[in-house]
């Protein structure tokens, strides 16, 4: 049962243009989202997130949106840089156990010189 | 500032061995998590110790895991026996406070990778 699902398992974009990761979730309880980028044989970091009382985050490059009624996500990334090239989790925790991070699957990003 | 520590980065054994992973938190955080990756699973919580007590277990696979946390600084994951089903990276986070409360985030240890034969 995913209730954090991350359909694209990969997405390749050439260097200055704008990458978008997509993220679905079906448990309405969710109420904060993050994303978190992944190097090889490194612990995922934390990169952005949103509250879901709001339908827009913006940091520097980074921009993630939410649709509660779609109940979606995605990650902007503007302009892509090749150091961008890692794997984005999607995670969303419910409200009545705020400490439980539910991850979706990963999408790799290869971000083109 | 040293982020989570985890130790053996890489460990390889045999089956019915028994494996002891190690995780040092962020001084001064009070929450520790312990997740393990996996092609199939993903990314899952297998425990949650908030000021060294367990408070969510319900994610341990099974009596052969355990895991403890004598004190704010040191923590174990311990498998006995171990199986090649338990062949997964296993990550260690922290978070300053409980929960996710006001924006913390939870910062993970660079993991260890296990291999059982």
């Known amino acids: 049962d995913q209730q954090v699902k991350q359909n694209s398992p990969s997405l390749s974009v050439q260097e200055g243009r704008i990458s978008i990761l997509n993220c679905d979730y079906t448990?309405?309880?969710?109420?904060?989202f993050l994303w978190y980028k992944k190097y090889p044989a490194e612990g995922p970091t934390f990169l952005i997130s949103?509250?879901?009382?709001?339908d827009k985050n913006e940091d520097g490059r980074f921009t993630v949106f939410l649709n509660k009624s779609a109940k979606h996500l995605s990650l902007h990334i503007v302009p892509s840089q090749p150091g961008d090239s890692a794997v984005y989790f999607c995670a969303a925790r419910r409200m009545d156990s705020s400490y439980k991070l539910i991850f979706g699957s990963g999408t790799r990003l290869l971000v083109r010189p | 500032d040293a982020g989570v520590i985890q130790s053996p980065r890489h460990e390889v054994t045999e089956m019915g061995q028994e494996v002891t992973l190690r995780c040092k938190p962020i001084?001064?955080?009070?929450?520790l998590f312990w997740y393990r990756q996996t092609m199939m699973r993903g990314l899952e919580l297998l425990i949650y110790f908030n000021n060294n007590v367990p408070i969510d277990d319900s994610g341990m696979p099974e009596d052969r895991f355990s895991a403890k946390m004598p004190n704010a600084s040191f923590s174990t994951l311990k498998i006995q026996p171990s199986e090649p089903r338990d062949s997964a990276v296993y990550f260690c986070?922290?978070?300053?406070?409980?929960?996710?409360?006001?924006?913390?985030?939870?910062?993970f240890g660079p993991g260890t990778r296990l291999t059982v034969l």
């Open positions: 448990n309405s309880m969710f109420d904060y």
């Open positions: 001084s001064g955080h009070n929450s």
């Open positions: 949103i509250s879901s009382i709001k």
């Open positions: 986070a922290s978070t300053p406070r409980g929960g996710l409360a006001g924006g913390d985030t939870q910062y």
